[in-house]
């Protein structure tokens, strides 16, 4: 398992976030009239997997709670948020590679 955790954390430090440094460039823009696109990725919480039922998704899921929050800052249709996240999986497995669903 030690293994696993550690080539995963090796993987995820060999990507170059630079381009994620810039968030105020993006704040900026929304703030002076732009838009934005913004993809959500994750597993079945991302996704909105319900306890009792992982294929029903819950309307409150956190991409959804993201839109909201992106509308009341800087106005309706200023920000496109889409939830990209797969249902049924789990991000162990997803940052491993493996994005079959689990249920």
């Not at 838009?35 to 009792?52: F, K, N, P, R, V």
């Not at 800052?73 to 491993?96: D, P, V």
């Amino acid at each position: 398992m030690q293994q696993s955790i550690t080539a995963l954390k090796e993987k995820t430090t060999q990507n170059d976030y630079a381009s994620f440094k810039n968030a105020s460039v993006h704040k900026n823009g929304l703030a002076d009239g732009g838009t934005i696109a913004i993809e959500c990725y994750g597993d079945s919480t991302m996704w909105g997997s319900t306890s009792l039922n992982s294929t029903v998704q819950n309307p409150v899921n956190p991409p959804a709670v993201f839109q909201r929050t992106m509308d009341l800052l800087f106005g309706t249709g200023k920000a496109s948020i889409t939830n990209k996240a797969i249902r049924g999986t789990a991000l162990f497995s997803m940052l491993a590679g493996d994005l079959l669903p689990v249920d």
